[in-house]
């Protein structure tokens, strides 16, 4: 009876234990959705988060000035921090909750020379932003993503709070760009690495350095039109795939009064990044941009000529306005043809290709040629 009471006595703890468990993990599946990391005041703006050092480090993008021509979009060092339960429900499922928080911490490029030897090194501290996933709060943005910033253009403090950017700004360049839910995570190997691995697994202990998911990216989609192009429309170029190439093929863009004069390194993934091109625009475009337009006319074109490394014509980017609103980019068609003599060799067309828009974001309605052309 001892022996018999001493083996039930057992079962009902492994029993109990069980259950323990399974309460255990219910509450960390409650407790992804429940804990928040951030707080909106009533006006619906963000604010500032607090103690974000102490979350996950997910590490430090660069993308210097002195690599894009002297005018990089995002010239600052990024320390970039993740609130812990998203953190913890990324290894578990792989992918981001709602409530999830990511803070990006600017910081100026300083020193490039070290005892070490030459690089990029970090100065002060310039400024703070914010992206946070919430349905409740922005049901109506893309993926229920919204982009905030705290930084004061002129130094000194940080903002209490932060208003969302306008979707344009930041969402269609996450969207068409980034590997995992509107965030770069191909460019985070922290994250790659923790990606579904398991809630109580710890990635960094691995003893493998190199993860299969690191080599992953896929552009599907990125190239497609999103929106319709007008039919019936008369501007300067043809729309239409076949009369486009002849006209390029012509040469008739090389009349526009506004050219540059020499060939000069990409900034944008035309063929390849840091390859010759030369840019002309139309007369509409030039007025626009004379008067520092925020916005430009219908009827605005710019062609881009695209070389290869041995400076041999290798196909034409256009983008030409055609609406009176620009429409986060869905107001612009946008073409690029990678061979001079193959038409067929088309990598977009259409209107609001979003691989496209994504980097003509952060220009003037679209346009990031530097304007008086050299």
Known sequence: MNIMFKKANKILMLMAFAALMITSCNNTKESYQDIAYFAMNEQGDLERPQDYRTWIYVGTPVTPN?????KAAFPEFHNVYIDPQSYDYWKAKGEWREGTILVKELISVDSKIAASGNGYFMGEFIGLEATIKSKKHFPNEPGNWAYFSFTNPKGGDLANTGKAFATAQCNSCHNSSADDDFVFTQHYPVLIAAKGIGANVTPENAASRVSAEAKAYSDAGKWDAMAPTPENLTLEIPLDKEALFKYLASGKYRSYKNQEKELHPSLGPHQKLGLPVKVFINDILAESLDKNNDEHPLGSVIVKEMYDKD???????????????????NGWFWYEVTDSKDATKIAAIGNGVEGCVSCHASGRDMVRTAYPLK
């Open 66 to 70: 002195d690599m894009n021509g002297g």
């Open 311 to 329: 400076e041999i014509p290798a196909g034409w980017a256009v983008m030409a306005k055609t609406h009176d609103t620009s429409d986060g980019g």
